[in-house]
């Protein structure tokens, strides 16, 4: 099976843009999270979506948000761009809604923001 | 709220000696505990994980994880170390969600494995 994808692979953006990030899940897959990974604060969990729901949120603004379309693909988007946005964003797929499934992780989109 | 803890910021090990990744959490209820590695510009991969049973758990590429209850531990151990397992190590927690079920993992810091030849 093709392992998680997620594109693009590096963008870079100004403050105040907004941005928007791709997830295919493995292939059967319906649960998609979204991490942040930054230095300072290590990884950090941003939202998870089940069936094109979102089932749990972390603690971020606004500004961030997400969706999953009924392939299980699932998008997230943050607008009004800070400097401190500035991470590698993880996208994991699990294979079951409940139980104990590991997640795998995609290669991740780094965002640079100026 | 649950955690765990990585004390080690960076391990260093010889090629060929064994080499033990340290990893401490805070639960309420059953622990369920995951090791991930990850690699320089690459996405997390798993290792392995800790549900129920054996108190010795089995992963991924020779790694093992010892549980302990008494300690709150879950150390990554492998018997042998390689150039190649230098990479960056995290231990994680499943957060317990009351409802609706959910994937949301808790992660340490991470651990720096360094092996040199």
């Known amino acids: 099976k093709a392992g998680v994808t997620q594109t693009p692979r590096y963008l870079i953006k100004t403050r105040g843009q907004q941005v928007t990030l791709s997830c295919s899940p493995i292939?059967?897959?319906?649960?998609v999270s979204w991490y942040q990974q930054t230095p300072g604060q290590g990884l950090q969990f941003l939202f998870e979506?089940?069936?094109?729901?979102?089932?749990n949120k972390g603690n971020f603004p606004g500004r961030f948000s997400g969706r999953q379309f009924s392939n299980s693909r699932s998008e997230m988007n943050v607008s009004t761009l800070e400097l401190g946005d500035s991470a590698l964003y993880l996208c994991?797929?699990?294979?079951?809604?409940?139980?104990?499934?590991?997640?795998?992780f995609g290669p991740g989109t780094r965002l640079t923001v100026t | 709220a649950q955690s765990v803890a990585q004390p080690e910021d960076q391990v260093n090990v010889a090629e060929g000696n064994p080499l033990t990744v340290k990893c401490t959490y805070s639960?309420?209820?059953?622990?369920?505990l995951f090791w991930y590695v990850q690699y320089p510009n690459r996405g997390l991969q798993f290792l392995l994980k800790?549900?129920?049973?054996?108190?010795l758990v089995k992963g991924s590429y020779g790694f093992e994880a010892e549980f302990n209850k008494s300690q709150t531990s879950f150390h990554l151990k492998k018997p042998s170390a390689l150039v190649s397992d230098s990479a960056l190590y995290f231990c994680?927690?499943?957060?317990?969600?009351?409802?609706?079920?959910?994937?949301?993992?808790?992660f340490g810091t991470g651990t720096q494995l360094k092996v040199e030849l």
């Open positions: 994991a797929s699990s294979s079951r809604d409940r139980g104990l499934p590991e997640q795998y």
């Open positions: 639960v309420s209820g059953n622990p369920y």
């Open positions: 979506y089940f069936s094109e729901t979102q089932r």
């Open positions: 800790y549900i129920t049973g054996d108190n």
């Open positions: 292939s059967g897959h319906r649960s």
């Open positions: 994680a927690v499943r957060d317990i969600i009351l409802t609706g079920g959910g994937n949301k993992l808790t």
